[in-house]
């Protein structure tokens, strides 16, 4: 909410997707269009049990930059920019780099497991489905769905079915919807080469991010501070510890001065977020910073 700091910050949402967008010329440079009927079943980048058990651990990684043809990138590159933005915001880059490609090595790890029963089911139609190396940024992105709906599980969403009919749901609602489908595709995969276990992989490793790992701690080799005391960690606290209720009665913003509306009300607010996380804030402090953005914007 700083103008200076806020504006500089380099996103690495936007890293993401001018990466995916890179490796995705290259491939096609490469391999021709569409990549996914030219890569090679044994290629050293896309994740396979095979290639796992070769010890092409790095695979985990690689396999997120690669992308079958257009719409498969332009439908994970949508998904990181609508979500990864805000996730990135409330989480830092750092705990946001992580939840993202912590869901998609998660993710792929479960479905070149499959992948590996696969090759002991080879005459069942079912398994074969699973058996395809892996390639996209999807179990990633849907780690981030996830977060963002454990999140901002109120939040409004706009989605357009078949990229035409709008449909209004709220983001724990679209949290369920997509699980259950990655269900549904692992159950019924109807000879799909999609990797629906990926996905459901992506999904649970966000909900256990928000859920349990922000409450890790990230620097457990320094136990302590200089000063003696235990790293902050983010915790859920009710609305009566709010810090603006503990002032006494807040001067209402719209009667302060922009610089004075910013030291008074809003620094309080990003000092609790610092302490105790976003899930933290009260309604009123939630409308407070919704404000500073409209008078941010209009600067």
């Not at 989605?159 to 549904?184: D, E, N, Q, Y």
């Not at 983010?234 to 001067?251: C, E, F, Y």
């Not at 922009?258 to 302490?275: G, N, Q, R, T, Y």
Request: aromatic residues 12%; hydrophobic residues 50%.
């Amino acid at each position: 909410m700083r103008q200076s700091s806020f504006e500089t910050r380099r996103s690495a949402t936007l890293a993401l997707l001018v990466a995916n967008i890179i490796v995705f010329v290259i491939q096609c440079l490469h391999y021709g269009y569409p990549p996914a009927e030219r890569i090679p079943l044994d290629d050293p980048l896309a994740l396979s049990w095979t290639g796992l058990a070769h010890g092409y651990v790095w695979q985990l990684i690689t396999f997120q930059f690669l992308h079958a043809n257009f719409w498969h990138l332009l439908f994970n590159g949508w998904a990181i920019f609508v979500f990864g933005r805000e996730v990135e915001e409330t989480l830092g880059v750092k705990r946001f780099l992580t939840l993202y490609f912590t869901s998609g090595a998660l993710g792929g790890l479960l479905q070149a497991v499959a992948g590996g029963v696969a090759l002991h089911f080879g005459h069942s139609p079912w398994w074969h489905s699973f058996a395809a190396p892996a390639v996209g940024a999807s179990a990633g992105c849907f780690g981030l769905i996830a977060a963002f709906a454990m999140l901002y599980p109120e939040r409004p969403l706009t989605l357009l079915l078949f990229l035409i009919i709008p449909v209004g749901m709220r983001a724990k609602f679209l949290l369920a919807f997509v699980t259950i489908l990655a269900v549904f595709g692992i159950i019924f995969p109807a000879g799909r080469h999609t990797a629906d276990i990926a996905h459901l992989g992506g999904i649970l490793t966000g909900i256990v991010f928000i859920r349990y790992a922000l409450h890790w701690n990230w620097h457990w080799p320094r136990l302590r501070r200089a000063g003696g005391q235990p790293p902050r960690r983010l915790v859920k606290v009710g609305s009566g510890s709010s810090i603006l209720r503990a002032r006494g009665k807040a001067v209402p913003e719209e009667d302060l001065p922009a610089e004075d509306f910013l030291s008074k009300e809003v620094d309080p607010i990003l000092d609790k977020i610092s302490a105790h996380g976003i899930q933290s804030l009260t309604e009123r402090e939630r409308r407070v910073l919704e404000a500073a953005r409209e008078r941010m914007g209009k600067r």
